[in-house]
């Protein structure tokens, strides 16, 4: 079953913007994984934040994680028309040995 | 490099036909998995493997058959049992299935069309 849910569906805006999806989920968690996945291609591992970590950079992204209101938030800071991508959220739970993910959020970003 | 290929890129069967999905990885990965993806869907975990010699059903295993033979291949075979089979099927693998925290490595996927 899928737990987490992304948000936007789909997010539109011009190169050098700032980009901002978000992911919430219902039940605890080991870690929260974010994920792009190119048109037609596998997804790639962006970042892993752990359920003891609250913020997380690497390079362009930044995420967040507040565990309280079962959420993550992940930006994107001065995109490029080579980040237009899908972007999509997982999560492991305790007890269990695979990921689950959520349905993606569709990003554009116009030159 | 290492990594996971995944072949054919694009497959095409008459409904009615079985048709197997091939899986192979250099990363010395111990678990690996198979996803579906439909349009504007998330994966959806179709079967996974911990070892060579052991795999366990997903959450969409109907229809669908796996072997383990290798530590580096884990084919998909997709059936006639399987109601809706056109989708895109990715395949994974993670260092090993007892890691916390350990991210998966995708193919770039199969895209299986059955008219």
């Known amino acids: 079953s899928q737990q987490g849910e992304e948000d936007p569906q789909a997010l539109s805006i011009q190169e050098g913007e700032n980009a901002t999806m978000n992911c919430s989920y219902k039940?605890?968690?080991?870690?929260l994984q974010w994920y792009r996945q190119n048109s037609g291609r596998g997804l790639v591992h962006l970042i892993l934040?752990?359920?003891?970590?609250r913020e997380k950079h690497s390079g362009r992204l930044r995420v967040t994680l507040d565990t309280s209101k079962k959420s993550s938030s992940l930006l994107i800071t001065a995109s490029r028309a080579a980040d237009t991508a899908s972007y999509f959220c997982?999560?492991?739970?305790?007890?269990?040995?695979?990921?689950?993910f959520g349905k993606g959020t569709m990003l554009l970003v116009s030159p | 490099d290492g990594g996971i290929t995944q072949s054919p890129k694009y497959l095409f069967r008459k409904e009615g036909q079985n048709v197997t999905l091939s899986c192979e990885q250099n990363?010395?990965?111990?678990?690996m998995y198979w996803y579906r993806q439909d349009p504007g869907q998330g994966l959806r975990l179709i079967y996974y493997?911990?070892?060579?010699?052991?795999?366990q059903k997903g959450d969409i295993a109907e229809g669908y058959s796996v072997s383990r033979e290798k530590k580096e291949s884990f084919p998909l075979t997709v059936t006639s049992a399987q109601k809706n089979p056109t989708a895109f099927y990715l395949c994974?693998?993670?260092?090993?299935?007892?890691?916390?925290?350990?991210?998966?490595?995708f193919g770039n996927g199969t895209r299986l069309t059955v008219t």
């Open positions: 994974a693998s993670s260092i090993t299935w007892r890691a916390r925290d350990s991210p998966l490595h």
């Open positions: 039940t605890s968690i080991n870690n």
């Open positions: 934040i752990r359920s003891n970590e």
């Open positions: 997982a999560t492991e739970s305790p007890g269990y040995s695979t990921l689950t």
């Open positions: 990363l010395n990965h111990d678990a």
């Open positions: 493997s911990q070892i060579v010699n052991d795999f």
